[in-house]
């Protein structure tokens, strides 16, 4: 049995063994599987030290809990044999209830078996013992341990184990690192990173100042999309002693993959790294400095050599231009090209300096080696530039900012030349000798000037040069003048003389002078005396067409002011058609003066032309007056709040002036000697430009409807329309050529029954071809279908300017039969002065026997040419064919005295006599002709009277109407004006400086207001008033306007007063002599001189009342300088 017991005891001891093996080895497999997880996550998300510590704790706890649950009971497991003996008996059937008994027995104490019973049982226990001894024996005991438990145990072990050992295989580091971070989570101990972030910002590199700093970094290992990145930095100034606290910025990944952000650094030096979730690279030192820029630039130009040369003194512009960056970098003023320009600019640090964009500019950089931070940049200008700057430093840096300096040039641009004398191309006759005036103008200097003539012949394209007159000239505008007679150059009819202006600048760049300029050729057409005067008479044809428009227009205008008398029905109309009569009489008598001027340029006035305009003048002013006297009443009648009593007598009162101004349009067609096909032509003319107005006030009004649309996208209405219209313009068109060909045809049918009619009908046909009325209403049908109805009323309007000049060419027809006449009425009392100087010379000769033949022919030779000259006296008109009855009885006196001298027995005394008689007779002729010129010369200065009065008479009431509405502009209670009532006031600042121009347009103008002192300081006067309301408006003060305005318009209605004829109250009526007759030669009538515009008599009455003027505002200022009102 002891065999047994010592195996049993060996089992007991194994299994205790075995169990404490097993626990052990499951408490650390399973704690090696936790460390060997915990480092895994950590590895995979790392995990911070708090959170490792948590894991370490975690583990600590659960290997405690495993320690008390296993293996302190494997400890304390000591299994007995007995112990042993029952598990072995479960597992072997046949040692069951003998194996754990054997073994109690054999274990129990000898001593208890003294007695029988125990001998009995000691012998029993024996056998048991012995039987179980024996069983035991072929009963292998050990088999009843179990290894599996501890087996599956040390799995966990070795699982550990060989985790472990794979991955220090794999990397040692990441053992020691997972151990360490595991087992000791308050370590610093980092896992190898899983990235690489590298700064893409070079070391030790230096960076502008003030500019922001792109922190740009790339990751070189480990870069996906979510992957962030940081800069960690800090900052210290120069006068810091320590660095800033480290900042950390996260950046913006790039659709490059480069990590970015923008820094704003102002300080001098930066350290920053860059990081990733566990990576970071290393430390990157940057410097900073300012960028190169400009403090401050002046500009300075200088102005070309050629100007010193020429004495042209031109300043030096000089500008500040900033730092080059901003709006003040532009140069404000234009250099003229040419000039030297010069850029002086101070840097902030020093830097070389370049540029570009000189295209303009030939520049170079100079930079001050005493001082690198001075630059000048020198060029010559030659055209406009922008110079664009460049600063570069040795750190690489350049400028921040753009940085240029931009300026515009002014060409020294050729000068012009212009013929403003003759102001347009016209026809003279062979003897023409008029004055030819150029004006000629250089933006800096002329050195030469003149006129150049050439000439070409009739159907030669070829010019001949006649003549270049060139002289030296100064100063930019020289208006080049001289009196040029036609014969001198020594052309012919039928010729045509170029007249061209010439001028030369100063200008000299690099020895290239600017070309000589002539002007635009004024062309002269050379006509004979025939041609000269029916182009004359067809002026005059063209102003009796215009009179009988002007009849036509006050015959609707009566019949309208009727009808609307009838109808009750009263509106603006009427005044607006009687308005239309007026103007028409106006321009008769602008044509009438225009005629008169090239007659006078021709030397051709006073001829019976001359008389016909003006006495055609005279009749057409009559009915501008009667025009206006019914416009007045017109209006009259339509006044707010007149009464019925006052609207009938001012519409009565209107039809009269209405009648007068028919009367006078009757007269003055009788005067021109107008007929049916000159007035039907006339008509003909009007109404198609009506029409056409009509046309033209559709397409505006059809443009509001349809501008900005193409035609597909109009209605069908207003598509329509535009068909409709265009339809009206292609008929429009095509009468306007029927037009034109009737005009031709009755040009044709008049030639030869009038051709003065012929004439102006020709040149109402030429002036509608050459307008294009037809081709321009043609267009303008063109344009309205495509819709481009601008266009078409350009074309409108171009047709009736076009037909406009053709009615004016209509109008030419009066003013030009009184120049004609003062010309004839001129070349007779030359003519027969001359008559006089040859017939006093010869009367003392025909006492000389010896010479009887000699002066009987001297004497036969002036009877022959005073006859000729009274032919033309009786052809020349009534005023002219009174001279020509004595001119007749000296011819026959001189011929009667030839007669006698031929006789074989010369009677020398009879001879004599008849020749004194012929001499009286011819001063007889010169003393008519003398009063004819008078008279002629009265009427045109009367009727020049009229116009100055005419003009200041409007003048006086558009001042007045401004008065009007200034005052009631006036602020209530001298207030502050409001905001309308400034607004109002200025507007009327443009219409009172309208006034003061027209003002100032007479005294330019009008030659005998501006030779007359006593006018033209009145004029003076009213300008300074003027202008003084003309500021007060402008500035709103209205009170002030007022004061200048009444001191303005009392000025004009002196100026009208004095020209006037108001004997009553003319206070020097009793001073004036009495008229004497004309002397010889003198042109003047008697006292008063009455031919004068503004006789002697008019300024004395003006003087009078400037004077009585002043007295009146000395008294004024008397009476507020004692009222205490300081007046200035």
Same mark, same amino acid.
């Given at each position: ?342 850029? /002086? ?328 000697? /107008? ?6 032509? /006339? ?429 009146? /505002? ?15």
């Amino acid at each position: 049995m002891k065999h047994a017991l010592g195996q049993l005891e060996q089992i007991a001891h194994r299994a205790r063994q075995l169990l404490l093996l097993g626990e052990g080895m499951f408490v650390v497999g399973v704690m090696l599987c936790a460390g060997i997880v915990c480092a895994t996550l950590d590895w995979w998300l790392r995990f911070p030290s708090l959170v490792r510590t948590g894991f370490l704790v975690a583990i600590l706890l659960a290997a405690t809990h495993l320690v008390r649950r296993r293996v302190l009971p494997a400890i304390r497991f000591r299994p007995t044999v007995l112990d042993v003996a029952f598990r072995i008996e479960r597992r072997n059937p046949h040692l069951q209830g003998r194996l754990a008994s054997a073994v109690d027995f054999s274990q129990q104490s000898p001593s208890l078996a003294t007695s029988v019973e125990s001998s009995t049982r000691d012998q029993l226990t024996q056998q048991v013992i012995d039987d179980v001894d024996l069983s035991t024996e072929a009963t292998e005991l050990h088999k009843a341990l179990r290894f599996g438990p501890t087996c599956k145990h040390a799995t966990w072990l070795v699982i550990g184990i060989t985790l472990l050992s794979l991955v220090g295989a794999l990397s040692g580091n990441l053992l020691r690192v997972g151990a360490t971070r595991v087992l000791m989570p308050w370590s610093d101990t980092r896992w190898p990173a899983r990235t690489e972030v590298r700064a893409l910002l070079a070391d030790e590199s230096v960076h502008a100042k003030g500019v922001p700093l792109a922190l740009r970094a790339e990751l070189s290992r480990g870069d996906n999309e979510d992957e962030r990145v940081w800069a960690s930095y800090r900052v210290k100034d120069t006068a810091a002693t320590t660095w800033s606290s480290w900042t950390e910025v996260l950046l913006a990944r790039q659709p490059d993959g480069v990590y970015e952000r923008l820094l704003e650094v102002s300080t001098d030096a930066v350290e920053l790294r860059f990081l990733s979730h566990d990576n970071e690279s290393e430390l990157v030192h940057l410097a900073f400095v300012p960028a190169p820029s400009i403090v401050s630039a002046a500009f300075e130009a200088l102005p070309p050599n050629y100007l010193e040369t020429h004495g042209v003194v031109v300043e030096t512009f000089t500008q500040s231009l900033g730092d080059g960056t901003n709006d003040s970098a532009f140069v404000e003023q234009p250099v003229l090209e040419g000039s030297l320009i010069r850029v /002086r600019a101070q840097l902030n640090v020093p830097a070389e300096v370049s540029i570009a964009g000189t295209e303009g500019f030939d520049g170079t950089v100079f930079i001050d080696d005493a001082d690198p931070t001075m630059v000048l940049i020198e060029g010559v200008a030659r055209g406009a530039a922008k110079i664009q700057v460049r600063l570069h430093t040795h750190f690489g840096l350049t400028n921040r900012n753009d940085i240029g300096f931009a300026f515009e040039t002014l060409p020294d641009r050729p000068p012009t030349a212009a013929i403003i004398e003759p102001p347009n191309d016209e026809s003279f006759v062979v003897d023409a000798v008029f004055p030819l005036k150029g004006e000629l103008q250089d933006d800096l200097g002329l050195a030469q000037t003149g006129f150049e003539f050439t000439a070409r012949a009739s159907n030669v394209a070829d010019e001949r040069v006649l003549r270049t007159e060139l002289k030296p000239a100064t100063g930019v505008l020289v208006d080049e003048s001289q009196q040029l007679s036609l014969a001198s150059l020594g052309v012919s009819a039928g010729e045509t003389v170029l007249v061209r202006a010439v001028a030369e600048d100063i200008y000299v760049q690099d020895g290239v002078r600017h070309p000589r300029v002539l002007s635009a050729p004024r062309t002269l057409r050379i006509v004979s005396e025939e041609d000269f005067e029916q182009q004359l008479r067809s002026t005059l044809a063209s102003v009796r067409r215009e009179v009988v428009r002007t009849d036509a227009l006050q015959a609707r205008a009566q019949e309208s002011l009727v009808g609307k008398i009838q109808t009750d029905q009263r509106d603006q109309s009427v005044a607006k058609e009687q308005a239309e009569v007026s103007e028409s009489l106006v321009r008769h008598a602008e044509s009438l003066a225009t005629l008169g001027r090239r007659m006078q340029r021709n030397g051709r006035e006073g001829n019976e032309l001359s008389q016909i305009a003006l006495e055609a003048k005279a009749v057409s002013e009559a009915a501008r007056a009667a025009s206006e006297e019914a416009a007045q009443h017109i209006e009259s009648s339509q006044a707010p709040g007149a009464s019925p009593e006052g609207v009938a007598k001012a519409e009565q009162d209107a039809k009269g002036a209405q009648e007068e101004v028919r009367a006078n349009l009757e007269a003055l067609v009788e005067l021109l000697d /107008r007929d049916a096909d000159s007035w039907l032509a /006339r008509r003909r003319l009007e109404e198609l430009r009506e029409r056409i107005e009509k046309l033209a006030t559709d397409t505006s009004a059809l443009a509001s409807r349809t501008q900005a649309k193409a035609r597909d996208e109009l209605s069908a209405e207003d598509r329509a329309a535009l068909d409709a219209l265009a339809t009206q313009q292609r008929d429009a068109a095509t009468d306007a050529d029927s037009l034109l060909n009737e005009l031709r045809e009755r040009q044709e049918a008049t030639k030869k029954i009038d051709p003065a009619l012929a004439r102006a009908l020709e040149r109402a046909a030429q002036a509608a071809q050459k307008g294009r009325v037809r081709e321009e209403m043609e267009q303008a049908a063109e344009d309205t279908e495509d819709n481009r109805l601008t266009q078409a009323g350009e074309a409108e309007q171009r047709a009736m300017n076009a037909l406009a000049q053709a009615e004016q060419a209509l109008k030419d027809a009066g003013k030009l039969r009184a120049e004609e006449l003062a010309r004839v009425l001129e070349s007779l009392i030359a003519s027969v002065e001359r008559f006089i100087g040859q017939t006093e010379v010869v009367i003392p000769k025909l006492l000389e026997v010896a010479a009887t033949e000699t002066n009987a022919r001297s004497v036969g030779v002036i009877s022959q040419n005073s006859r000729g000259l009274a032919g033309e006296a009786r052809t020349a008109g009534r005023a002219a064919s009174r001279v020509a009855a004595p001119l007749e009885r000296a011819a026959e006196s001189l011929s009667a005295s030839a007669s006698l001298l031929r006789k074989e027995q010369p009677n020398l005394t009879d001879a004599s006599a008849a020749a004194e008689s012929a001499l009286v007779s011819f001063k007889e002729a010169l003393a008519l002709a003398e009063a004819a010129k008078e008279r002629a010369q009265a009427e045109a200065a009367a009727e020049k009277r009229e116009e100055l009065l005419a003009k200041y008479r409007e003048l006086l009431e558009r001042e007045v109407a401004i008065r009007m509405q200034t005052e009631r502009s006036v602020p209530v209670d001298k207030n502050a004006p409001t905001r309308r009532e400034q607004v109002e006031l200025r507007r009327l600042g443009v219409a009172q400086t309208e006034v003061r121009t027209a003002v100032a347009g007479i005294l330019t103008d009008e030659e005998t207001v501006a030779k007359s002192a006593a006018f033209s300081d009145m004029h003076h006067e009213i300008d300074e008033r003027l202008a003084s309301a003309v500021d007060a408006l402008s500035k709103a003060r209205a009170i002030d306007a007022l004061l200048a305005q009444t001191e303005g318009a009392q000025g004009i209605a002196d100026i009208i007063a004095a020209l006037g004829k108001d004997e009553e109250e003319d206070p020097f009526a009793e001073q004036k002599a009495p008229q004497e007759p004309a002397s010889s030669g003198s042109g003047a009538g008697g006292g008063g001189q009455p031919s004068e515009t503004i006789p002697p008599l008019a300024e004395l009455k003006l003087i009078r009342r400037m004077q009585q003027s002043i007295f009146d /505002r000395t008294l004024q200022l008397d009476a507020s300088r004692a009222n205490g009102v300081s007046i200035e």
